[in-house]
């Protein structure tokens, strides 16, 4: 059975759009931007990386839309905020935050995302919200591992863990656990394909 007929493929998410034409694909791309852009404005500033409700759009991006495109959605996204729109931490906007601290999170964006989109379509997703928040934890891990890293270059690798991850350590958890509790609420109406 097909999704459209109200029954979802093993391991994948409510939101079918690998199915879908290239103007559902367009359009998704564009709304996932949106809710990436949006979750960029819930922010805690800290120096030299805020705290934001970005790692958490990231993972649901991927876990919705797929590794392929949520990785699009994602990079589209960043482009943006490399162009001059305000769509990063806090409403920034500009080429030059791919080269300062938070230049390795950003980098980090969408390998998180197209590795929680990988997971969730092995069955990582709201079906099983023990495995959903392992994957959001997964790809929050991922983007401050690569984040520290690049900013270990900068400032040390102690200092970069001291203020690059642990700062972010408990946020991770918390987010990978709404992260995990908005798949199951979405996939709650849904009934699982058993093949």
Request: charged share 10%; glycine share 14%.
């Amino acid at each position: 059975m097909t999704a459209s007929a109200g029954i979802l493929k093993p391991g994948f998410s409510p939101i079918d759009l690998q199915s879908r034409s290239l103007g559902w694909k367009i359009f998704a791309v564009i709304v996932g931007s949106v809710l990436l852009a949006l979750s960029s404005y819930i922010e805690v500033p800290m120096v030299p990386v805020p705290v934001t409700m970005q790692t958490f759009a990231v993972a649901l991006v991927g876990a919705l839309y797929g590794w392929r495109l949520g990785g699009i959605t994602i990079v589209a996204w960043l482009a943006q905020g490399a162009l001059g729109m305000p769509v990063l931490a806090g409403g920034a906007a500009g080429a030059h935050h791919f080269v300062g601290p938070t230049a390795g999170y950003l980098f980090a964006f969408p390998l998180a995302g197209m590795a929680m989109g990988w997971l969730a379509e092995r069955g990582w997703n709201g079906h099983r919200p023990w495995l959903a928040f392992g994957g959001m934890l997964i790809s929050n891990t991922l983007c401050l591992f690569l984040g520290a890293a690049w900013l270990a270059l900068l400032i040390g690798v102690e200092q970069a863990i001291v203020a690059g991850v642990a700062p972010f350590l408990v946020g991770a958890v918390l987010k990978a656990g709404l992260g995990a509790l908005t798949l199951k609420l979405m996939t709650r109406g849904a009934k699982r394909d058993v093949r």
